[in-house]
């Protein structure tokens, strides 16, 4: 059953009195079991609306008659995550430092969280009524991790017998309509080379209904680096990009779309730049490091002219130590247009180490460190357009300090449960603003 978290204003469910706290047992009938079933319950026109009083008492049922579609106005409360039960060999959770927060630790594996937020899921969890489910509600778009189509490869890379089931897994929910987006985590020696070209192929003769394909690099941390996987070598990187180029062509050919895509990461372990705009399609995946990186540098010529002056302010721009390079020239390009004064601080991460070096998963102590120790005149790296002394570095600090919005949760507190009120009382003379993209954040001060 599913309770009533919150309850909206001058809706159905405030009209009958419902009390925050109730639990929702049943729609016409239909026991509900969390939120999806609600949501897909609640549309008919003709309610029978079965509803327990927060303390114990006897159920009330409401008859309700409204428009097809229209909502009650309850807000349920989150449902309980279906956790992971896999044993991946590259699990970054296994890569989590000892002490950190215990939300860290989550191994969600929950095909509701895939279909309403696009995390990816196994399907290794799923007994039949779970699959019935699915095709039954029409979840779709879903998104799945399937690393390898090849049995005896993805059961050796998520550590259950029954990862192997794959294929017929996927041609099930496309048969019956449901779609989905693919991904697979390319690990060095376990699924790429001719592994990879398997699970490419066999993806693709599924049909239409594999929305897409995105091939990643394996990340790891300090603490689970070489346990037992590695890191992909640049010229491993390079093969993997050239494999999913090679399937592309074949995609546009036969299907008009490239539907195989290769992730940012990829690109900088390689050492080649990140494709054009027109690679990405209608841009499927962003929120999967597929296509981000070229985003962000598009929308920053298209808003550079938006920026007003920044004349005689200086402004650390903080990222991690991958995306540095990139943004160096871009704050040269702002220190010409605004008159401003722009540094990039590539900030190492301390939590994971060197190898994890994506700007989302860096600890607010390491930024907070970074840019002490740069407005003191040590360690500025990136745009040197106006470059200052370090006794008038120590005297003044930055004026504006831009943060990766993505390093932030929904209360906004850094992956090192720093509190951002925290970084910013620290820094007290500075204006601290977490930011998506370069040039609208600079244009919104």
């Known amino acids: 059953m599913v309770r009533i978290a919150q309850i ?10 419902l009390e925050i706290g109730s639990r929702v047992v049943r729609i016409n009938g239909e026991l509900v079991r969390d939120g999806i079933d609600y949501r897909f319950l609640e ?60 939300s860290l630790f989550l191994k969600d594996d929950d095909f509701r969280l895939s279909f309403t937020y696009g995390s990816y899921v196994t399907l290794t969890n799923l007994g039949p009524a779970g699959f019935q489910r699915l095709i039954d509600q029409r979840l779709s778009p879903l998104y799945v991790s399937v690393h ?5 490869v993805r059961e050796k890379l998520l550590g259950v017998p029954r990862g192997g089931e794959i294929v017929e897994q996927l041609r099930r929910l496309t048969d019956a309509g449901i779609e989905v987006h693919t991904q697979v985590v390319l690990c060095p020696e376990w699924n790429d080379g001719a592994h990879l070209e398997r699970t490419m192929r066999e993806l693709w003769e599924l049909g239409p209904g594999v929305l897409s394909l995105s091939v990643v690099p394996v990340g790891l941390t300090q603490y689970n680096l070489n346990r037992p996987v590695r890191l992909l070598t640049p010229a491993e990187a390079s093969q993997a ?27 900088f372990i390689a050492g080649l730049p990140v494709p054009q705009a027109a690679y990405y399609d209608d841009w499927p995946l962003t929120e999967n490091g597929v296509g981000s990186v070229r985003q962000l540098l598009d929308n920053f010529d298209a808003g550079l002219d938006d920026v007003g002056s920044f004349a005689g302010r200086r402004v650390a721009i903080v990222t991690g130590e991958r995306m540095a390079p990139v943004f160096a020239p871009l704050a040269d390009r702002l220190a010409a247009h605004t008159g401003g004064t722009f540094h990039v601080l590539g900030v190492r991460n301390t939590m994971f180490g060197a190898t994890v070096t994506t700007a989302g998963l860096l600890p607010g102590a390491d930024m907070l460190n970074a840019v002490r120790s740069a407005a003191a005149g040590a360690g500025i ?4 357009h106006e470059a200052r002394s370090a006794a008038d570095a120590a005297g003044d600090g930055y004026d504006v300090v831009l943060l990766p919005a993505e390093t932030l949760n929904d209360d906004d507190m850094f992956i090192d449960s720093m509190p951002l009120s925290t970084f910013r009382e620290t820094l007290p003379a500075a204006l601290v603003a977490p930011a998506h993209e370069l040039t609208s954040a600079l244009a919104a001060l």
Request: aromatic share 6%; glycine share 10%.
């Open 381 to 384: 790296t990136g745009s040197m």
């Open 148 to 152: 390898a189509t090849e049995p005896a």
């Open 8 to 17: 909206l204003p001058d809706s159905i469910a405030s009209d009958l009195e």
């Open 43 to 102: 549309v008919d026109g003709l309610l029978e609306l079965e509803v327990a009083p927060p303390s114990c008492g006897d159920s009330v049922i409401y008859e309700i008659e409204k428009d097809p579609g229209e909502g009650l106005g309850i807000v349920p409360a989150a449902d309980p995550v279906r956790q992971c039960a896999n044993k991946c060999v590259f699990c970054f959770i296994d890569g989590n430092p000892d002490g950190s927060r215990q």
């Open 241 to 267: 990009v050239a494999q999913v180029d090679a399937m592309r062509h074949c995609a546009m050919a036969e299907r008009g779309t490239g539907w195989a895509y290769t992730g940012d990461e990829m690109y």
